[in-house]
């Protein structure tokens, strides 16, 4: 119904259409103007509340939340393993109480999980980019790797400055302290235990190069790196160091900053700062000459002669005696070791090219293993259970510079 009133004459007059749209316009801008107005208030929450943790204390170099952020912003991989609070740590290690390890990076202590299990806290100490780089590779590379022959990551903590990785411990300790009789260790390595540790090391690393994708180079192969489970199973750590390569590239590293251990550096990586799967390979040529001898990389009282030209002279005279371990007492096979040192020599070839795949290494080794296993449960104890017709490869003599006589 039409609205009316009534004037002061007691006319009756009926409102003009002019004057009931300048109403309804009045009440349409008066809604869309409270409209607008909780539309600000409501973005001025969101935006405030956004924005409010990027206001953290600036002087605190990591925070608990963020650990995902460190991996994600260039990696996006984030961590999948159990979180540990610092509290959780002082627990788990008595305080900090038994130290297994230390290093520039940091310091390794023994702790014991709720459950009995037992643990390696690697405690990293970053007071550089480099530092906190090096942790984030470790890190990652473990959350995307998993072999029997790789020590496995358990769970990390990133409270306060030092990003800590928790680990399965490996109570036997290195393969370098076995060899040099350190911690206690008075029974020295058989030669089959050495083969097999030699075994399990080798598939780690072809898994490395081979079972991930995109492939892993190590790059700091060498034996206080290769872990020993209490039955002797060995396992690479410290993945610290450790780069992604593609199959048809090669992984360049900085004059600036020394990739690997000396001894144990591929010599082409000191000519093209280029790094390979055949890096890998070179290092892990020396772990076998070790193995072999018992002696370092760099051998003292020689100069410091690198343990590729120490058992050149050796090897001219054909004189295994000076060159294996004395702690094995004479209780290996010969002919086993002349076929594990000749592709330790072909491992440790100037040139990458010359050297064998860890593919071609881990048959060989296991093809010696089994000849070892079946020595061992002959009754025919002698030194001629294999074929005479073995000779060690001549090509790979001349890598070291020496004419190796045949048989």
């Known amino acids: 119904l039409p609205c009316v009133r009534v004037d002061k004459d007691g006319c009756i007059k009926v409102p003009s259409s002019s004057t009931k749209h300048k109403t309804h316009v009045v009440v349409i801008i008066s809604v869309v103007s409270g409209l607008l107005f909780l539309l600000v208030v409501v973005l001025i929450v969101v935006v405030w509340t956004t924005r409010r943790p990027r206001g953290r204390d600036s002087n605190t170099f990591v925070q608990p939340q963020t650990e995902d952020h460190f991996l994600q912003r260039d990696h996006q991989v984030s961590f999948e393993s159990r979180q540990f609070t610092y509290a959780e740590l002082v627990n788990i290690t008595n305080n900090f109480t038994r130290v297994i390890g230390k290093g520039g990076f940091g310091m390794i202590y023994h702790g014991c999980l709720e459950t009995g299990k037992q643990v390696a806290i690697k405690m990293c100490f970053v007071s550089s980019s480099q530092g906190m780089k090096e942790f984030l590779a470790e890190a990652q590379n473990l959350t995307r790797i998993y072999h029997r022959s790789l020590v496995s990551l358990v769970g990390y903590c990133m409270d306060g400055n030092c990003p800590t990785l928790v680990y399965e411990y490996m109570k036997q300790g290195s393969l370098q302290e076995h060899l040099r009789g350190k911690a206690g260790h008075s029974r020295g390595l058989s030669w089959g235990q050495r083969l097999q540790i030699a075994l399990n090391a ?68 000191h000519q093209t700062y280029q790094l390979t799967e055949k890096s ?69 070839a100037n ?12 048959m060989q080794l296991r093809s010696c293993l089994e000849l070892v296993i079946a020595s061992n449960k002959s009754e025919n104890k002698n030194e001629n259970v294999y074929s005479e017709d073995f000779s060690v490869d001549q090509e790979s003599a001349l890598d070291i510079g020496t004419n190796i006589p045949t048989r």
């Not at 892990?284 to 690198?306: A, D, K, Q, W, Y």
């Not at 001219?316 to 371990?325: G, L, T």
Request: glycine share 8%; net charge negative.
């Open 202 to 269: 080798a598939q780690g690393l072809e898994y490395l190069h081979r079972g991930c994708k995109p492939p892993i180079i190590h790059t700091d192969v060498k034996t206080s790196n290769i872990l020993l489970s209490e039955e002797l199973e060995a396992r690479i750590a410290d993945f610290g160091l450790s780069k992604s390569f593609h199959s048809d590239e090669q992984t360049h590293a900085s004059r600036d900053s020394a990739v690997g251990t000396p001894g144990y550096i591929d010599p082409e990586y």
């Open 351 to 362: 040139k990458g090219s010359q050297r064998p795949t860890m593919s071609e290494v881990v």
């Open 280 to 348: 890998d390979v070179y290092s892990f040529g020396v772990v076998l000459l070790e193995l072999i001898t018992g002696r370092p990389p760099l051998v003292p009282g020689s100069g410091n002669t690198h343990i590729v030209q120490w058992i050149t002279p050796s090897i001219s005279r054909w004189s295994m005696d000076d060159i294996v371990d004395e702690s094995l007492r004479g209780e290996y096979d010969l002919t086993c070791v002349w076929k594990i040192l000749d592709l330790a020599i072909r491992c440790t």
